[in-house]
């Protein structure tokens, strides 16, 4: 149930990304240092908190397997991305990226409350950048941007969803614990090497543009040791 308040956050960062990329469209610089920034957060909170709940279980057939099927999911998930183009498909593709990030963040408070606050500051970075982006590519498609704030509120509604689909798994064996704590690392390994990095590097690059990577990782390193 605490996996459900926190969703909360990140599903008002997918409006409030959508609403500020209404108002003002922001320069691909800054859509750039903010997706190495996500990346960074991300990253952090995948290998300082899912890895090592999977790594204290040490299950290999529950690791290779949920890891197996995290993997298939995602490069599935880009397969159709690839294939489809226009308003429908990118719609489609955000809504289960969204709905997977609920279900990694519901699986994150099963791993413990602070591996899920954590990683509710990571995906809340990502999705804010995610609402940024559906915003302008639907302002371009539909021409209002009334249609563009409804539709994306609603998509932003599959965050929470996806952490309810998590719930049961609180309450289920270690092993299958663990299998679907191997899934969201996969995940969230995906997320930030063929979906942020990947589009970060499309736009302008610089050093300090770069280093933001670092900056998040080493940010979300110090409030975990800060919260103990």
């Given at each position: 149930?605490?996996?459900?308040?926190?969703?909360?956050?990140?599903?008002?960062?997918?409006?409030?990304?959508?609403?500020?990329?209404?108002?003002?469209?922001?320069?691909?610089?800054?859509?750039?240092?903010?997706?190495?920034?996500?990346?960074?957060?991300?990253?952090?909170?995948?290998?300082?908190?899912?890895?090592?709940?999977?790594?204290?279980?040490?299950?290999?057939?529950a690791t290779?397997?949920?890891?197996?099927?995290?993997?298939?999911?995602?490069?599935?998930?880009?397969?159709?991305?690839?294939?489809?183009?226009?308003?429908?498909?990118l719609?489609?593709?955000?809504?289960?990226?969204?709905?997977?990030?609920?279900?990694?963040?519901?699986?994150?408070?099963?791993?413990?409350?602070?591996?899920?606050?954590?990683?509710?500051?990571?995906?809340?970075?990502?999705?804010?950048?995610?609402?940024?982006?559906?915003?302008?590519?639907?302002?371009?498609?539909?021409?209002?941007?009334?249609?563009?704030?409804?539709?994306?509120?609603?998509?932003?509604?599959?965050?929470?969803?996806?952490?309810?689909?998590?719930?049961?798994?609180?309450?289920?064996?270690?092993?299958?614990?663990?299998g679907?704590?191997?899934?969201?690392?996969?995940?969230?390994?995906?997320?930030?090497?063929?979906?942020?990095?990947?589009?970060?590097?499309?736009?302008?690059?610089?050093?300090?543009?770069?280093?933001?990577?670092?900056?998040?990782?080493?940010?979300?390193?110090?409030?975990?040791?800060?919260?103990g």
């Amino acid at each position: 149930m605490l996996a459900l308040v926190y969703t909360i956050v990140p599903t008002l960062a997918v409006i409030a990304g959508a609403a500020l990329a209404l108002m003002r469209r922001p320069s691909p610089a800054f859509l750039s240092m903010m997706q190495h920034l996500a990346a960074g957060v991300v990253f952090a909170a995948a290998a300082t908190e899912i890895l090592p709940q999977i790594k204290h279980e040490a299950n290999p057939a529950a690791t290779l397997i949920g890891g197996a099927l995290g993997v298939m999911v995602m490069l599935g998930l880009k397969s159709f991305e690839a294939r489809f183009r226009g308003p429908v498909a990118l719609l489609a593709a955000i809504a289960v990226d969204l709905f997977v990030d609920g279900l990694v963040l519901g699986l994150a408070f099963v791993a413990g409350t602070k591996a899920g606050i954590l990683l509710t500051v990571a995906l809340t970075l990502e999705v804010l950048f995610l609402g940024v982006t559906l915003s302008a590519e639907l302002t371009e498609t539909l021409k209002s941007r009334f249609r563009t704030a409804v539709i994306i509120t609603q998509l932003a509604l599959l965050f929470p969803l996806g952490a309810v689909a998590a719930l049961p798994v609180a309450n289920m064996s270690p092993v299958v614990i663990v299998g679907f704590l191997s899934f969201g690392l996969m995940a969230l390994l995906y997320l930030v090497t063929e979906e942020l990095l990947v589009e970060a590097h499309e736009k302008p690059d610089t050093p300090v543009i770069s280093s933001m990577f670092f900056v998040g990782f080493l940010a979300l390193l110090t409030i975990e040791e800060l919260l103990g």
